[in-house]
């Protein structure tokens, strides 16, 4: 089954209904349902929307209002999140399970407001619930407002490349049997570009997705790394590829000969075709610096200038050069040579002083377990300030807007309990647990210092970190244990990138900066599925402001029901 680009949107677009000053209002329907599709020559029941996989691309302008009607078909509750959307005051429809609402049950809908009002690019929607998301996401195209251009050359076509992944297992019964244990999740069977493993698997001769180009033009990729638990390098074999954004922000536009992007990161990249018209390989492989598990496998695409064989069968190609998989610089200096653009139309709105100083440790950990139900007496955790996040059953934003009590609580530590070396893996891997939380005031000025850490588990790694909620500016990272005296003034304050998820060092720091004027909860977390569901989770709660402009919004009519 091919599930090349005609498959990709097959969403039912019920028409633009409304045009107001911000822009125009846009219905659609996703449909989850169950289906059958073929990869690695065996068939799979999987959970799809709109019967695809990867899902339906939502196309919009800066501006825009979008309404999302959710209709479960599945057999199991399910939320979807809006990746990177700032969702301004308005929590009740950003997703995340048990976090800002409780899953849409089997056989009912949800409808969902999707609030463009400050995003420009490439962003991308997926399920937030459990491992869904493996099979349950799809892209979000924001063109620039009406009237106005891409601070750039207008590119002669655009494509959207989405780095996902296979499964020959239930990804639900992977999870739920892993955290049953308190081992490692099985890894993935293979990586997809827009759906398909590529042609270095036999059964995907014939369906490896290929994009056209002409000779002499400029087109614009729009990549999304939509993986469950890896980074991945991505490249084109002989062709250059230049940065011109990251998770919807504009940067300063910098050339390179492959990508270092992470789970939940988006990428805008020009390419130049540039090259004797031919085949030529798209690749995206994995980047691994822990000691955890995981897929090593490489997935392709095949760029095809206009004119050359369409046949299935081609002659062996070179792949394009990447540094090892576990080359922990690679990330590091990738993420040193974002720099956000600073035009006037797109401007750098840093903190230059903060009022909210926080300082978390990222870590692997394991808690006591049962040996009657685990496979040894400890079962591995995740913590952010040694607090491992117990996920409640009752969302925290439907307890904390109607005051409900025994949900949450409000101490998440603003630095960890002890400064110890936090590199050294000496230091002990036990963890506490909680469902404790970070409060803020309307804005603040708020400075969060991510601290990677090592410890007797040597579970050291690369831990790529999101905010839902807010975009927020880079401002510096380093190896080592961060020192609050001399570290601070390396800081860029100047042009640093704004992004929704950013990659932190093996055994590093780094620092990020933004301003709390968005009421609401929001969650933050580890993008690597398996270190969220073992707690590498917290809350940030944005209190209101004091005039109308500045309060959460009051939620729907409306929100699905919770079980207790």
Same mark, same amino acid.
């Given at each position: 089954m091919n599930l090349g680009k005609e498959m990709s949107v097959i969403l039912v677009i019920l028409g633009v209904l409304l045009c107001k000053a911000q822009g125009a209002v846009h219905h659609h329907d996703f449909v989850l349902q169950e289906k059958n599709f073929t990869k690695l020559c065996s068939t799979k029941s999987i959970l799809t929307v709109n019967g695809s996989f990867p899902g339906p691309t939502i196309t919009a302008h800066k501006g825009d209002i979008v309404f999302v009607t959710v209709h479960n078909h599945g057999t199991y509750g399910v939320t979807i999140h809006w990746h990177g959307v700032r969702q301004p005051n308005d929590p009740w429809s950003d997703g995340p399970e048990n976090i800002t609402q409780c899953p849409i049950p089997p056989g009912t809908n949800f409808t969902q407001r999707i609030n463009l009002a400050y995003e420009e690019g490439t962003l991308w929607w997926?399920?937030?619930?459990?491992?869904?998301?493996?099979?349950?996401?799809?892209?979000?195209?924001?063109? =620039?407002? %009406?009237?106005?251009?891409?601070?750039?050359?207008? =590119?002669?076509?655009?494509?959207?490349?989405?780095?996902?992944?296979?499964?020959?297992?239930?990804?639900?019964?992977?999870?739920?049997?892993?955290?049953?244990?308190?081992?490692?999740?099985?890894?993935?069977?293979?990586?997809?570009i827009n759906g398909q493993p590529g042609d270095l698997y036999a059964c995907s001769n014939g369906t490896t997705h290929r994009f056209s180009v002409v000779q002499g033009k400029t087109y614009l990729l729009r990549i999304i790394n939509a993986a469950m638990n890896e980074a991945h390098y991505f490249g084109i074999t002989n062709h250059s590829l230049t940065v011109v954004g990251i998770d919807a922000a504009y940067v300063k536009p910098f050339t390179t000969?492959?990508?270092?992007?992470? =789970?939940?990161?988006?990428?805008?990249?020009?390419?130049?075709?540039?090259?004797?018209?031919?085949?030529?390989?798209?690749?995206? *492989?994995?980047?691994?610096?822990?000691?955890?598990?995981?897929?090593?496998?490489?997935?392709?695409?095949?760029?095809?200038?206009?004119? *050359?064989?369409?046949? *299935?069968?081609?002659?062996?190609?070179?792949?394009?050069?990447?540094?090892? %998989?576990?080359?922990?610089?690679?990330?590091?200096?990738?993420?040193?040579? #974002?720099?956000?653009?600073?035009?006037?139309?797109?401007?750098?709105?840093?903190?230059?002083?903060?009022?909210?100083?926080?300082?978390?440790?990222?870590?692997?950990?394991?808690?006591? !377990?049962?040996?009657?139900? !685990?496979?040894?007496?400890?079962?591995?955790?995740? *913590?952010?300030?040694?607090?491992?996040?117990?996920?409640?059953?009752?969302?925290?934003?439907?307890?904390?807007?109607?005051?409900?009590?025994?949900?949450?609580?409000?101490?998440?530590?603003?630095?960890?309990?002890?400064?110890?070396?936090?590199?050294?893996?000496?230091?002990?891997?036990?963890?506490?647990?909680?469902?404790?939380?970070?409060?803020?005031?309307?804005?603040?000025?708020?400075?969060?210092?991510?601290?990677?850490?090592?410890?007797? #588990?040597?579970?050291a790694e690369n831990h790529p970190m999101h905010l839902h909620g807010f975009s927020y500016y880079v401002v510096g990272q380093g190896w080592g244990v961060f020192n609050n005296k001399t570290d601070p003034e390396s800081y860029n304050l100047v042009d640093p990138p704004e992004v929704?998820?950013?990659?932190?060092?093996?055994?590093?720091? #780094?620092?990020?900066?933004?301003?709390?004027?968005?009421?609401?909860?929001?969650?933050?977390? !580890? %993008?690597?599925?398996? %270190?969220?569901?073992?707690?590498?989770?917290?809350?940030?709660?944005?209190?209101?402001?004091?005039?109308?402009?500045?309060?959460?919004? =009051?939620?729907p009519k409306y929100m699905p029901p919770c079980s207790k």
């Open positions: 997926h399920a937030h619930s459990d491992w869904t998301r493996a099979t349950v996401h799809g892209a979000i195209v924001i063109h =620039p407002p %009406h009237g106005s251009s891409y601070p750039f050359t207008e =590119p002669y076509g655009q494509e959207t490349l989405i780095i996902g992944e296979w499964y020959k297992g239930d990804v639900m019964t992977i999870i739920d049997d892993a955290l049953a244990t308190g081992g490692e999740p099985n890894t993935s069977d293979a990586f997809t000969p492959y990508l270092v992007i992470t =789970p939940g990161q988006t990428m805008d990249v020009l390419l130049q075709a540039n090259q004797t018209p031919g085949l030529y390989y798209i690749v995206a *492989s994995s980047f691994q610096d822990g000691s955890s598990p995981y897929d090593n496998t490489t997935t392709t695409a095949i760029l095809q200038y206009s004119g *050359s064989s369409n046949a *299935s069968q081609h002659p062996p190609m070179a792949f394009p050069d990447f540094p090892e %998989h576990n080359d922990s610089t690679a990330p590091f200096n990738f993420t040193n040579r #974002l720099r956000g653009l600073g035009s006037e139309s797109h401007p750098i709105e840093v903190p230059k002083t903060v009022n909210r100083m926080i300082y978390m440790t990222v870590a692997v950990n394991v808690l006591a !377990c049962n040996a009657s139900t !685990c496979d040894s007496t400890t079962k591995l955790a995740a *913590s952010l300030n040694n607090v491992s996040f117990q996920t409640p059953s009752i969302d925290i934003l439907d307890a904390y807007y109607w005051n409900k009590t025994g949900v949450f609580t409000k101490d998440f530590p603003k630095e960890p309990p002890n400064y110890i070396n936090f590199t050294d893996p000496d230091n002990n891997a036990f963890t506490t647990t909680g469902t404790r939380v970070i409060m803020l005031n309307y804005n603040d000025s708020v400075e969060v210092v991510w601290q990677g850490t090592n410890n007797s #588990l040597n579970t929704n998820t950013v990659s932190l060092p093996m055994n590093g720091w #780094l620092a990020m900066r933004f301003v709390a004027n968005n009421p609401g909860v929001w969650f933050m977390h !580890c %993008h690597f599925e398996r %270190h969220s569901s073992w707690g590498m989770d917290t809350v940030l709660i944005v209190k209101d402001g004091k005039t109308n402009e500045t309060r959460m919004l =009051p939620p």
